[in-house]
């Protein structure tokens, strides 16, 4: 199986600048390749093994999934039960939050050891849309999950995952935590350009991206999940809204439509983080891909070489859920002028703006405009990104750029200014914090 994995794995690693890959593969649960190439600790000389524990970002969700469901059918909750958030609005299901469909917007936010302090998540809890109205990939949906299981279990959400997935699976090596708990050796996590992460790395939303396990575990849990699950329930999880022509957000897994294998998978990336996990039930078959750097590309070229061997049929479209959307030219009259407030936990702030062209915008915070490109998209009016920092105290940790998505509504443009930054080239990964934003002409 899989001859010259070696050798092709190293010249990926090499090629893309990766420290290190962990692989397993798994038929009916049971692994039958597991291997590891290159650095787990670059400065320490220390190799990855198979035994090593990495990160996994957003593959939590799959987990986080699979133990809310698990719950679902124990008759704690039910998949159409609203589940209230902070805000006050009309809540979304559970079924909802699952599929990114609640309604709130994109957020994450990383807490570093040298980082002051953690940014409240609930304060980003903002409502975009309506529940059920549409996909937007949202990890602070997962965290309201996350809490929905503390609330029922009466438990830590560790302690939840680990009593409905980890120990009924046998992963004994995987947890819950930001900083890796259990006896194997963990992979550090480096910048693409080879700068290690601090070793505590926190997420304000747990649910979504704070999961460390090893390839073999994981790659276990992708085959077996299902099993956790009463058949009615599991066939739900693959129930995929479609998303794009090749693939679907069902509950917890991204599942692949029309032609070709059918597959469950999910991906994960953060700073020093790029994983995947793939399975293709009609082959009994599972992969686990685990890299630790932010850069996906290895990651990318070992996934498609795996699977194009494991999985006849197999196509990248399958595990990608997000489709190109390449910018137009915006629709707003060049010379317009827009004036109006962005709502944020500590205010009010003023923002105005001027339409400069079919591409470029001009903004500004009460201070001198910046000017920046701008386009339109799919679902999305203007979007523009300049460096301008929002002057909160959240945004001031580690979100120098000010971006704006906007839509033309009765006349007024509404939508969201987000305070990011948008890589790790420079310092570490840092936070996508959405705030209300409204603008009238003037």
């Known amino acids: 199986m899989l001859d010259g994995l070696a050798e ?7 090629e893309h600048d990766c420290p290190s890959v962990s692989i ?38 799959a987990v986080t999934a699979t133990a809310v469901c698990a719950a679902a059918d124990d008759g704690l909750f039910e998949l159409d039960d609203p589940v209230p958030g902070p805000d006050g609005e009309p809540a979304p299901t559970v079924r909802q939050l699952l599929r990114h469909r609640g309604g709130v917007g994109a957020y994450y936010d990383f807490h570093y050891a040298d980082t002051p302090r953690p940014i409240d998540s609930d304060r980003y809890q ?76 926190s997420s304000g939303t747990p649910a979504a991206s704070s999961v460390w396990t090893t390839a073999a575990d994981l790659a276990r849990f992708g085959h077996l999940a299902p099993s956790l699950l009463r058949p009615e329930t599991a066939t739900a999880a693959v129930a995929a809204p479609p998303i794009t022509e090749h693939a679907g957000y069902g509950l917890g897994w991204i599942v692949s439509t029309g032609y070709g294998p059918q597959i469950r998978s999910h991906g994960g990336g953060m700073g020093g983080v790029a994983a995947m996990l793939i399975a293709a039930p009609e082959q009994e078959l599972s992969v686990a891909v685990l890299t630790n750097s932010t850069n996906k590309a290895a990651r990318d070229a070992i996934v498609e070489h795996v699977m194009t061997e494991l999985v006849p049929g197999y196509r990248t479209e399958q595990i990608t859920p997000f489709a190109a959307d390449p910018a137009r030219p915006l629709a707003l009259r060049a010379g317009s002028r827009w004036a109006g407030k962005i709502v944020t936990a500590e205010g009010e702030l003023p923002i105005r703006m001027e339409i400069l062209t079919e591409d470029q915008i001009s903004f500004a915070l009460g201070g001198e405009a910046v000017t920046a490109p701008a386009g339109a998209h799919a679902e999305i009016g203007l979007r523009a990104v300049a460096e301008l920092q929002l002057p909160t105290a959240d945004a001031q940790l580690n ?44």
């Open 8 to 14: 092709y794995c190293t010249k990926a690693l090499g």
């Open 24 to 61: 397993a593969v798994a038929r009916r649960g049971e692994v039958v390749l597991d291997r590891a190439y290159g650095w787990a600790d670059i400065e320490g000389r220390r190799a990855a093994t198979t035994t090593t524990a990495y990160a996994v970002a957003s593959i939590s969700k």
């Open 126 to 201: 903002v409502r975009f849309r309506e529940p059920g109205s549409g996909f937007e990939y949202a990890n602070l949906g997962y965290h309201r999950l996350g809490r929905l299981l503390e609330r029922v279990g009466g438990r830590s959400l560790g302690d939840c995952l680990r009593e409905r997935v980890f120990e009924p699976l046998g992963m004994a090596d995987t947890h819950l935590a930001d900083r890796y708990p259990g006896s194997a050796p963990i992979a550090r996590r480096y910048t693409p350009d080879g700068r290690a992460y601090p070793p505590v790395a």
């Open 399 to 442: 979100s120098p750029l000010l971006g704006l998505e906007l839509n033309e509504v009765d006349g007024r443009l509404v939508g969201r200014a987000v305070a990011c930054k948008a890589s790790d080239r420079t310092g570490w990964l840092g936070n996508f914090l959405p705030h209300r934003c409204e603008l009238d002409r003037v």
